[in-house]
């Protein structure tokens, strides 16, 4: 049996206080903190 998952991440801000851009883009580890997230949910 075959089960289709889905799911939302939601991730945002504009991050002023840490001088501007996308926080989900922010550096962290081998990528960046939404590739780390994203890979928690690849099965």
């Not at 991050?15 to 780390?36: A, E, I, N, T, V």
Request: proline share 5%.
């Amino acid at each position: 049996m075959k089960r289709d998952i889905a799911g939302i991440i939601l991730a945002g801000g504009q991050s002023r206080r840490m001088g501007g851009g996308d926080k989900s883009l922010l550096p962290l580890g081998d990528g960046c903190l939404l590739d780390q997230v994203v890979s928690r949910f690849t099965p």
